[in-house]
């Protein structure tokens, strides 16, 4: 009934869309039915509606469980009109319900769908589970409802928002969803441990930590985990620090009423750098070592939506509820003085990078030298009002920093009113340069400078740093982030790494967008090898971990991880390396007779060794029909740059190996680029990719001449718009050159127009 149908479309359209598929679902198996019964007749005719029909109640089942359908009965899901039955006497009574008529269907559904308003908790959390399920990663994220949880500046921020409408939240996080991830979590963490170790554990061996942020929710989402996984609670915690528990083992027992000291797994309730309304979850295992990955968390998310499916099943059927969650923790099962062993190994660290020895041992000495490596140095810490205040006031100071007077934001709040808490922003970046500027001014007198500027993201596994020497050259502290940190990293990592064997200090894993640069620095001036993998730290990490001639594995975005530190993801450590480097440059580096001592700041330890771009951009274009629609982008968009390589025959060629995207090397012509002095002037690179987790196609790209992104941008533009002609038989350009949607598969090209536009486009460091 076509106009039956376009009402049930009509209603479904007011709430979260899947209505459709599963109406649609529906009536497929009611036209299957059709089929088959009109198709048959006699005895067989009985054996086959009777199998269908119970297949089609496994089907019923399932889809009963929807907050849609969960009132329909199976005589409305599955139908066939009787006159299409040539003998229905010959129907088992199991099959007779067949009977029903369509408008039955339509009318329950319709009914259902304006009656059920979602009241029942246990749906509404199958649906979170199954959502969660589906959008996850190496880590799990979703929006918290504002009604799922108690907390009074909540209240606060919703008065700020200017949009006061509650739209549909289509991957929320809920507490009552974190519970059964937590006891999903222990199950998988048993079971994983057991195929380890050959053996059963008992349900209850081994003790799970559970940190988190400072975001509004997180208190609300680490109780809920504490209760299904019977946790223990970390507190105000970092990412890194959480992994860091797990790899000390018993080396530090567990302060708790738990009876066990067995450290099983941890989880730090974060969304990192989103803003305040999302919320995750971060799993570690102990038997692994590490993070888990996208495959790992994906088994734990089947496990959750399983024991959701079962929770309601129980309760439909009266029984007890199977879920039967780790009993609730007391209050004093709480671990004291969590963050203290990993502050004290991140001040070990600043020790003996800052000393003359390339020793690894942690034992503190009695120099008062090492003591205070940091004695003399400014140092401005932007914590961006995440959790990594504790840097400032717990590990630099003590080392002798001064931290007061030049840093800001460290106080948590889940708010970030001031800027996002991440080290790739640009408001975090220009904030704590103008921090730095200001100390500066106000203490002309004694020229003093802020010497490292140290941005960390809400959960600490990201840094980014600023160097403030160059505040006299330049009048401005210059950014040490994105291919200057990577490339200052390395060369901190292999300066005192040897492979056994081998003509190489060793491998640097990074990301696929890193500079051509930054390749011939690690090649060249460290004679180590670079490995351009694939964009995600977690791809990262674990290609170097699988390496044994990897000595670190960093992202452009700050992720950095490295051997010495088994691979734990860490911005504080990466920031407690390059400060220590540096107390040992300053210690080391004395002045030639009669001239001054010069301030060695963090660009001085490459001895402008790294070759940096004069333009690098980023452009990124939306697909208009969202995520599902990105594959076909993608593929266009690499069909556009194959074409270029053709077009420009020996100028633009494609990267041999690409692990993620594609990447294509090019050589500017000499008639376009007016700076061209040298054939490393001409030298620039694009690449195209895209999202995991947005509707974004995108294309980066750098030149060493000024012109030359735009250059690229132009050839790419027009290249996509033939293309788009090409595949639509147009004989005219002018309608596609004038829409900033790009006709082929709705791409907005607008970014991507204001960059072949621009003379010369903005330098990104």
């Known amino acids: ?102 408008t039955t269907l339509i009318a329950l559904a319709a009914d259902d769908n304006d009656n059920n308003k979602n009241n029942d908790p246990n749906v509404t959390n199958l649906k979170s589970l199954k959502s969660l399920a589906s959008s996850c990663g190496d880590d799990i994220r979703g929006i918290v409802p504002f009604d799922s949880y108690v907390c009074e500046k909540k209240d606060q921020m919703m008065q700020k928002k200017k949009d006061k409408e509650q739209k549909p939240i289509l991957n929320p996080l809920l507490p009552d969803s974190a519970e059964i991830i937590g006891a999903a979590f222990r199950k998988w963490l048993l079971l994983e441990e057991s195929v380890k170790c050959k053996e059963q554990e008992e349900e209850d061996d081994g003790c799970i930590a559970v940190g988190y942020d400072p975001r509004l929710s997180s208190p609300s989402i680490a109780a809920s985990f504490r209760k299904g996984s019977k946790g223990l609670d970390a507190g105000l915690a970092t990412t890194p620090a959480m992994l860091e528990w797990l790899l000390r083992g018993k080396e530090n027992k567990v302060s708790s009423s738990s009876t066990t000291e067995r450290r099983l797994g941890a989880v730090m309730v974060t969304a990192s750098h989103l803003p305040w309304q999302w919320n995750g979850l971060k799993l570690f295992s102990a038997a692994l070592g590490r993070g888990l990955n996208k495959r790992e968390v994906a088994k734990v998310m089947e ?33 004291e003085n969590f963050m203290q062993p990993y502050i004290e190994k991140l001040q070990q660290t600043i020790i003996r990078e800052a000393s003359s020895s390339s020793k690894k041992s942690y034992a503190p000495t009695n120099e008062p030298q090492q003591q205070q490596p940091l004695k003399g140095m ?16 717990k590990v630099l100071e003590p080392l002798g920093a001064e931290c007061k007077q030049s840093s800001l934001h460290l106080t948590p709040d889940g708010t970030f009113p001031n800027h996002p808490s991440n080290p790739e922003d640009e408001d975090h970046v220009e904030a704590t340069i103008r921090a730095m500027m200001e100390y500066h001014s106000s203490n002309k007198v004694v020229a003093s400078v802020v010497d490292v500027g140290v941005m960390l993201d809400t959960d600490v596994d990201r840094c980014g740093l600023v160097d403030g020497t160059t505040i006299s050259s330049s009048s401005r502290p210059e950014p040490v982030n994105k291919n200057r940190l990577v490339a200052l ?20 894993v990074t990301d696929s967008v890193t500079s051509s640069g930054v390749t011939k620095y690690i090649r060249h001036e460290l004679n180590g090898v670079h490995d351009r993998y694939k964009m995600g730290y977690r791809n990262v990490i674990d290609r170097a971990a699988s390496n044994t001639d990897a000595v670190l594995a960093i992202e452009t975005s700050g992720h950095s991880a490295w051997r010495d530190n088994s691979f734990v993801d860490d911005g504080c450590y990466t920031a407690a390396k390059l400060l220590g480097r540096l107390a040992r440059e300053r210690r080391k580096k004395k002045p030639y007779q009669g001239e001054p001592k010069k301030i060695a700041g963090l660009l001085d330890l490459l001895a402008g060794k790294l070759d940096e771009p004069k333009e690098s951009i980023k452009v990124r274009m939306t697909v208009n029909g969202g995520l599902p629609d990105v594959p076909d982008a993608f593929q266009r968009l690499q069909e556009t740059l194959r074409q270029c390589c053709v077009d420009n025959d020996t100028h633009w060629n ?87 949607e790009y006709s082929g598969l709705g791409i907005d090209i607008g970014s991507l127009q204001n960059a072949a536009a621009a003379t010369p486009p903005k330098r990104i460091a």
């Open 1 to 102: 009934d076509d106009v039956n149908y376009s009402t049930i479309n009509r209603r479904e359209s007011r709430g979260h869309g899947f209505g459709n598929c599963y109406h649609s679902m529906a009536c497929y198996l009611l036209f299957l039915s059709l089929i088959v019964c009109h198709s048959t007749n006699g005895s067989s005719n009985s054996r086959i509606v009777t199998a269908f029909t119970t297949v089609s109640f496994s089907s019923f089942r399932h889809f009963q469980q929807e907050p849609k359908l969960n009132k329909l009965s199976p005589a409305a899901f599955i139908f066939t009109p009787s006159s299409l039955l040539a003998d229905t006497s010959s129907l088992s009574g199991n099959s007779r319900f067949l009977k029903s008529r369509t």
């Open 654 to 740: 494609m990267e041999r190996i690409n692990h993620d995207g594609l990447r294509c090397a090019v050589t500017l012509p000499t008639n376009i680029i007016d700076d061209v002095n040298s054939a490393a002037d001409k030298e620039a690179w694009l690449i195209v990719r895209s999202s995991l987790h947005e509707p974004v196609v995108s294309i980066q790209t750098e030149s060493n001449s000024l012109g030359g992104t735009s250059y690229i941008c132009s050839n790419m533009l027009q290249t996509m718009i033939n293309l788009d002609h090409k595949h639509k038989n147009k004989t005219s350009k002018a309608d596609v050159n004038c829409d900033s």
């Open 489 to 508: 990293c390395a060369k901190v990592a292999l300066e005192q790494s040897t492979v056994t064997g081998k003509d190489m200090t060793g491998t640097v």
């Open 378 to 393: 400014v140092i401005c810490v932007n914590a961006g009002n995440g959790g990594g205040g504790f840097f400032a006031t």
């Open 303 to 335: 496990i959750a939506v399983q024991m959701g499916n079962d929770h309601i099943a129980a309760g439909n059927a009266g029984g007890d509820d199977i879920l039967k969650p780790a009993a609730l923790t007391n209050e004093s099962d709480v671990i």
